[in-house]
Structure formats: C-alpha cells, structure tokens
C-alpha cells in the first residue's frame, strides 16, 4: 500500500506549488483583464471575460513558472502584489483607449456632431469618439492585441517581480 501512497504524495506536493503559481499568474492577469482594452469592455460578458483570464493564464503560466514566488506564510503581500502589478499593465494599456475617446471628443465637438447618437456605449460619450474606440479596438484585435498582450503578460515578470509592489521605474518601463 505504501508503494501506490508514495508518488501520489509526491505529486501531490508538486501539485500544490504548481496550483499556488497557478492562482498567483490568475491574480494579475484576472486584475489586468478587468481594465484591458477590448477584452475588459463592460459590453463583455464577465463570464467572457472570466474565461480569457483562464486561456491567458493557460498560456503564461508555463513561461513564468520558474518566476513565480513558491507558498509562504504571508499571503497577503504576495496576493497584493500580483494584484497590484495587474492593476498597473491594465491601467497603462487603458490609457490608449482614453486617448482615442478624447481624440473622438474633440472631433465631434469640432464638426457638431457632439450628441447626434450618444449613448449606444455603456459610458456617455459622442458618436464619433464611440466610432474612433471601436475602431480602434477592432484595428487591434485583427493585429495581434491578444498576442501582444500575452507578451506584456509574460514580459512583466521581468519588470515587476512577483512579491515586490510595483516600482516607479518599473511602471515607467
């Protein structure tokens, strides 16, 4: 009976730290995919959304598992800083849909077509900023956004190591 109990002991600690680095990638691409462009939209169902964190973690996991912090006693500093470092790449990768809704703004106030069909989005915004982010946003998924974002996903690790709260630099990078 011992023979059959020993390696599934072993693969049960194995397990254990693959399932702890497992939950540690979700955190920050689940924090990440709350703000992400195209993918994080409130249009998006979150059970969508939910879904794209599990392919995403699917996909980095095996390329950062040798990165990831191992199970310590203090959970909290490790669960904020994923959460943290996810927050930060959302954010940073929002700020280019802002950019092309002002840019919309402002071309809508220039030609007077502010408020011709405002409120088919989920947040008030003028027709043509509306047309500018979805565009923007199609643009970006045909080219290989989702690509690019797994990348940066796998990228960050590099930047903003797991256990450590994001640095200036870091988050300049």
């Known amino acids: 009976m011992t023979d059959f109990l020993t390696p599934l002991t072993e693969a049960s600690n194995l397990t254990e730290g693959w399932l702890w680095a497992a939950f540690l990638v979700f955190l920050r691409i689940g924090a990440a995919m709350a703000?992400?462009?195209?993918?994080?939209?409130q249009v998006v169902p979150q059970r969508i959304r939910l879904a794209l964190g599990l392919c995403f973690t699917a996909v980095v996991l095996p390329a950062v598992l040798d990165r990831v912090a191992p199970l310590t006693a203090a959970l909290?500093?490790?669960?904020?800083?994923?959460?943290?470092?996810?927050?930060?790449?959302?954010?940073?990768?929002?700020?280019?849909?802002?950019?092309?809704?002002?840019?919309?703004?402002?071309?809508?106030?220039?030609?007077?077509?502010?408020?011709?069909?405002?409120g088919q989005a989920a947040e008030q915004q003028p027709t043509m900023s509306h047309i500018f982010v979805m565009t923007g946003l199609a643009l970006a998924v045909i080219s290989g956004f989702h690509i690019r974002v797994a990348e940066v996903f796998i990228y960050s690790y590099d930047v903003m190591p797991p256990g450590q709260f994001p640095s200036g630099d870091g988050l300049a990078n």
């Open 76 to 118: 909290a500093p490790q669960i904020a800083t994923e959460v943290m470092a996810g927050l930060s790449i959302g954010i940073g990768l929002r700020l280019f849909v802002h950019a092309l809704q002002i840019a919309g703004t402002l071309a809508a106030q220039s030609t007077s077509l502010s408020q011709l069909f405002g």
């Open 35 to 41: 703000l992400l462009p195209a993918f994080g939209e």
